[in-house]
């Protein structure tokens, strides 16, 4: 049966289907505290840094809106707070100690699961996977990158 699918190659829609299973393992919990926006905002957040809702949005490659849906039921839940900064006209969000708890107890049983996944895995494939996976974004942000520079009419998909 011929595919319809929109890959010029079976390489293509292969990769595709394969980052299309990792992207939906959202390595959901059963004795989860956080929804999975929560810990990404979280996990973002984690470096100590405090964030605007723009620059959430940003590091999420979400609209604002939603970013700030997500962060305003973070903020009910206690996981997250907005504070003022003087000279700013945006609050900046930080997790609050009850959100950093959540995030610590969410990841540990993230890395439990994971670890399970790497038992089953030869070591020097996790270790290619790794590596493959970083090049892989590193080009994918570089191309990106070089599409921002580069005036609409004149993109290449070189």
Same mark, same amino acid.
Request: glycine fraction near 6%; hydrophobic fraction near 35%.
């Given at each position: 049966?011929?595919?319809?699918?929109?890959?010029?190659?079976?390489?293509? $829609?292969?990769?595709?289907?394969?980052?299309?299973?990792?992207?939906?393992?959202?390595?959901?919990?059963?004795? $989860?505290?956080?929804?999975?926006?929560?810990?990404? +905002? *979280?996990? +973002?957040?984690?470096?100590?840094? !405090?964030?605007? *809702?723009?620059?959430?949005?940003?590091?999420?490659?979400?609209?604002?809106?939603?970013?700030?849906?997500?962060?305003? @039921?973070?903020?009910?839940?206690?996981?997250?707070?907005?504070?003022? =900064?003087?000279? @700013?006209?945006?609050?900046? +969000?930080?997790?609050?100690?009850?959100?950093?708890?959540?995030?610590?107890?969410? $990841? *540990?049983?993230?890395?439990?699961?994971?670890?399970?996944?790497?038992?089953?895995?030869?070591?020097?494939?996790?270790?290619?996977?790794?590596?493959?996976?970083?090049?892989?974004?590193?080009?994918?942000?570089? =191309?990106?990158?070089?599409?921002?520079?580069? !005036?609409? $009419?004149?993109?290449?998909?070189?």
């Amino acid at each position: 049966m011929e595919s319809h699918t929109p890959w010029p190659t079976a390489l293509h $829609g292969e990769l595709a289907e394969e980052l299309r299973k990792v992207t939906r393992r959202k390595l959901d919990l059963q004795d $989860g505290q956080l929804e999975t926006s929560a810990f990404s +905002i *979280l996990w +973002i957040l984690s470096d100590g840094k !405090p964030r605007t *809702l723009r620059e959430l949005a940003d590091e999420l490659s979400l609209e604002q809106s939603t970013v700030n849906r997500q962060v305003n @039921s973070a903020i009910r839940h206690g996981y997250l707070e907005r504070f003022e =900064v003087d000279g @700013s006209i945006s609050r900046m +969000i930080r997790p609050t100690e009850r959100g950093e708890a959540a995030f610590e107890h969410d $990841g *540990l049983q993230r890395a439990e699961r994971l670890n399970t996944v790497f038992a089953e895995l030869p070591h020097a494939t996790l270790d290619a996977l790794v590596w493959s996976l970083r090049e892989f974004n590193d080009a994918y942000d570089g =191309v990106l990158e070089r599409q921002k520079r580069t !005036p609409p $009419g004149r993109r290449t998909t070189a």
